[in-house]
Structure formats: C-alpha cells, structure tokens
C-alpha cells in the first residue's frame, strides 16, 4: 500500500467532523506527504478542540444567573 492510499484509509476512518479538512486536501491535485497529512490533521483536530472549549465556555458563563 502507497502513502496515498494509506491516506485515503485514514480520511475514511475519520468522523464527520474532519470532513472540512479532509474535502480540503482531498482537492489537491496531489497529495501532501504522510507527515504532512498528519500534520494537518493534528492542527485541524486542535481548533476543533479549542472551539468546542470556547462554545462550553460561552454556554457557563450565559448560563450564570
């Protein structure tokens, strides 16, 4: 199995969620290099983490009486 279709296994095993990214490097005439993909994945998974801790965030302090 080659880097590209390793990479394509790995898309398929990924939730909804990473779908934005996942279409984005999808669009590339050529595939980044595995540490690349790798790479993009971790940052995307970050902000995804950071903006589900700044929506948690919003909610407790609306929520404050």
Known sequence: MDDDEFIICIFQGLGSEFDLIVAT???????????GVIGKLREFEIRLQGAR?????????????
Do not use: K
């Open 25 to 35: 490097l999808n669009a590339r005439d050529i595939f980044p290099s595995f540490e």
């Open 53 to 65: 801790a700044t929506t948690s965030n919003i909610g407790f302090y609306t929520n404050r009486g």
